[in-house]
């Protein structure tokens, strides 16, 4: 036992006790800063903080009519990864397949079943085609800048080389 141990260090005081004489401790993130103590009303804080904190998705955790009402909310603007609109109407038709699988489960309990609407595959096929055309354009624009920003560096490096040449031949005249 050390000298600047009182006698009823326990095993774990101990090993915290010379952590910190280590400096184990030191430049821990959050030091010096006050504890996040908002959310302790709420049963579910140590499970979303821990989502938070281990940035997980959630969403796969909601039962199913909940899961397939919050990704019909994300259309059209999640499917704006797809390029092609086949793929975008596969995607729609399996998300109405699965709408329908879910409505012939049984219902459990007292409560109503909560529903998921089907989506009308035409009309978000639609308003995808505006999103991703107002995409493509966009990305068309920032291409079309980039072209004309490289030919005006290209050309002011041809300038630059053009002077360079006059002064060349200018100083070589007057040695």
């Known amino acids: 036992m050390s000298a600047g141990s009182p006698w009823y260090e326990t095993a774990v005081e101990r090993q915290i006790r010379e952590a910190q004489e280590r400096g184990d401790f030191d430049d821990l993130p959050g030091a010096g800063k006050p504890l996040d103590l908002g959310d302790l009303d709420d049963p579910d804080w140590w499970v979303k903080r821990m989502a ?11 039962p199913g009519a909940l899961g397939l009402r919050k990704e019909a909310a994300g259309y059209p603007e999640s499917l704006l990864d797809l390029n092609r609109e086949a793929q975008v109407r596969e995607v729609l038709v399996d998300y109405n397949r699965r709408v329908i699988e879910d409505r012939r489960r049984p219902v459990v309990g007292n409560l109503p079943p909560t529903l998921a609407r089907i989506i009308d ?3 978000m096929v639609d308003r995808w085609r505006v999103l991703h055309d107002e995409r493509v ?11 004309a920003e490289r030919q005006a560096a290209d050309e002011a490096a041809r300038t630059a080389r053009r002077d360079a040449r006059w002064w060349r031949r200018l100083t070589r005249r007057v040695r």
């Open 52 to 62: 938070r904190r281990e940035q997980l998705d959630l969403g796969a955790a909601l």
């Open 121 to 123: 595959v035409d009309e």
């Open 137 to 147: 354009a966009a990305a068309r624009e920032r291409a079309a800048a980039a072209a």
